[in-house]
């Protein structure tokens, strides 16, 4: 009698396994057809490059503007005085980086 019952409990396990196997199955279809794509977008216009970077001098200070030269972009502790003469006037009259990589490789190297 005991192998009955075990024959009878694993053949129940497995009919219940199948009986979820079954449900998930169906659900999951179920929620793939009620799911309704997303629709693309048209944009108009055209996309454009960064136009890069200025670095020039707020209050003795490097600050890095975007291109319009007005937005900043980011406020430097690197005082224009501690810099090179050459560079400071570039700073003066605005030093263009084209890329955020520039950017930040500038300030790595004159960051204290």
């Known amino acids: 009698m005991k192998t009955t019952y075990r024959i009878g409990f694993f053949l129940g396990i497995f009919f219940l396994l199948f009986l979820l196997g ?16 997303i629709p693309s977008v048209q944009a108009e216009g055209s996309a454009q490059k960064n136009e890069g970077y200025y670095l020039m001098e707020l209050n003795g200070y490097v600050t890095v503007y975007f291109s319009d030269k007005t937005t900043i972009f980011e406020y430097t502790n690197i005082p224009v005085d501690k810099l090179s003469d050459d560079l400071k006037s570039e700073i003066r009259t605005g030093k263009y980086l084209e890329s955020q990589t520039e950017v930040y490789g500038f300030l790595e190297n004159y960051s204290s």
């Open 22 to 37: 079954i449900g998930f199955q169906w659900s999951y279809q179920y929620a793939r057809e009620k799911s309704t794509p």
